[in-house]
């Protein structure tokens, strides 16, 4: 079965920190770019982060800029949210996603491109 799983999710004080782990399964995220999706409470989905398949292009969303660092392992077949200085407005459902290597950089938040989806895994800060 070809999935996506995130995991490390959790409630955490503000100023706290968490580290979200996608994992595929069934498929190799070599050629693949990976971006980090939330969805708050009322709100619609947006994209937070982005790394392409080669390692060379990452992006942030202004909003977690300087707090979120997105990494890859291709040998775990990972990739990794690391997100730090927490605050509440953080909270939201995060998702994964993979699109494949030849989607443009400039489409890198557009959801139809992307092949693979996780179930997603709630983020709550809160104190």
């Known amino acids: 079965q070809l999935q996506l799983v995130e995991s490390g999710g959790g409630l955490v004080q503000p100023g706290g920190s968490l580290r979200l782990s996608c994992t595929a399964s069934?498929?190799?995220?070599?050629?693949?770019?990976i971006g980090w999706f939330r969805r708050a409470p009322g709100q619609e989905r947006e994209g937070v982060s982005y790394?392409?398949?080669?390692?060379?292009?990452?992006y942030y969303a202004d909003s977690v800029k300087d707090r979120f660092t997105i990494t890859r392992d291709n040998a775990k077949n990972t990739v990794y949210l690391q997100m730090n200085s927490l605050k509440p407005e953080d909270t939201a459902v995060y998702y994964c996603a993979a699109a494949p290597y030849y989607v443009d950089y400039g489409d890198r938040f557009i959801e139809v491109k992307y092949d693979y989806w996780g179930q997603g895994t709630q983020v709550t800060v809160s104190s």
């Open positions: 069934g498929f190799t995220l070599d050629y693949y770019g």
């Open positions: 790394i392409s398949h080669s390692h060379d292009s990452t």
